[in-house]
């Protein structure tokens, strides 16, 4: 795996006693942890995501977690951090520039954690490209030489498994699934591409195209893609339709990728993954309809084993990485 590293100093190799600070930044929430060598979480911390267009509250709940992290008696062994964040953003730059946090653009996000934490060595990775590294170390891509790891939440991201090894592209966006066309005359995404898979198949887009037909949760439920999920599988004809169109979105943009790279197994972790089966059925159906071609068959889609700590475990496997 190549390794995207900012501001890295070497220290002495880790011992067995060593923890690694890692963080996990998406639109919905914001995750930190103190993680061992096997990728145990030892100690864990949460906030949700504040409004993406407000950069500072952004920042300060990172900050805040840090302080966290920082205040437990663990805190002594840790020798490095690494983030999973969502994107697009620069590893080469050490700067984030995600979709769904307008409030951040050209944010120097490693530099922001290592003045917050005093640590010499912060690795920045993509979210799904942590995923995709946590699910080839010791998940549902183990053993596998090619693959395509997805995180379908607020947005949705892709990491890819080439020849055996993560591949992370020059600034660290390679497999950004989520911003492939799968509707030419479609919505524009947030991105400004019309059409995008994120904008069909994000949590969000899910729950914005099941109101827009007319779907209401139940009275005192908010409008989540969890309650959406659960109305499907209710047999609520508007919510099944739209986990179809979600799932219909995700093959079309798994196909493409199929086609371009011939990956034979997708992991799909997220949020929106934990719907389980109203997602993954359709999905497995339209997806065999997209892939015609004999080398894009039989492809295997499957959940992710790490699940929602998949960005933590896999921003734990590359600061260890990088100081050793």
Not at 50 to 60: L, R, W
Not at 279 to 308: C, K, M, Q, W, Y
Request: a negative charge; charged letters at 15%; one cysteine or more.
């Amino acid at each position: 795996m190549t390794r995207p590293t900012t501001l890295a100093v070497p220290h002495a190799p880790a011992s067995a006693t060593s923890l690694v600070a890692t963080l996990d930044i998406g639109g919905t929430k914001i995750a930190g942890a103190l993680v061992d060598a096997e990728g145990q979480l030892l100690v864990r911390s949460l906030r949700r995501t504040p409004d993406g267009a407000d950069g500072a509250a952004v920042t300060a709940a990172v900050q805040g977690i840090l302080a966290e992290l920082r205040s437990t008696s663990d805190w002594s062994r840790v020798i490095g951090a690494g983030i999973s964040s969502t994107g697009p953003l620069d590893t080469s730059a050490g700067t984030v520039t995600p979709v769904n946090l307008p409030g951040w653009r050209d944010f120097p996000l490693p530099r922001m954690v290592a003045e917050a934490t005093g640590l010499s060595s912060v690795v920045l990775i993509n979210d799904a490209v942590a995923a995709a590294t946590a699910e080839h170390w010791r998940g549902a891509a183990n053993g596998h030489d090619n693959a395509l790891c997805m995180v379908v939440s607020t947005g949705v991201g892709g990491g890819l498994v080439l020849a055996g090894r993560v591949h992370e592209g020059p600034t660290g966006n390679a497999g950004h699934i989520g911003h492939i066309s799968v509707d030419l005359d479609g919505d524009a995404c947030r991105c400004g591409t019309p059409g995008c898979v994120e904008r069909f198949a994000s949590g969000p887009n899910i729950v914005r195209q099941a109101l827009r037909a007319g779907w209401r949760p139940a009275e005192g439920i908010p409008p989540t893609a969890a309650a959406v999920a659960e109305a499907a599988r209710a047999g609520d004809p508007v919510a099944l339709d739209t986990f179809d169109r979600a799932a219909r979105a995700l093959a079309a943009g798994i196909a493409a990728t199929a086609t371009l790279l011939e990956i034979r197994l997708v992991v799909i972790g997220g949020g929106v993954s934990a719907a389980g089966a109203v997602l993954f059925d359709p999905l497995r159906t339209h997806l065999r309809s997209f892939t015609t071609l004999h080398f894009t068959t039989g492809i295997e889609v499957v959940p992710a084993a790490f699940g929602v700590d998949a960005g933590l475990v896999g921003a734990a496997v590359s600061a260890f990485a990088a100081v050793t």
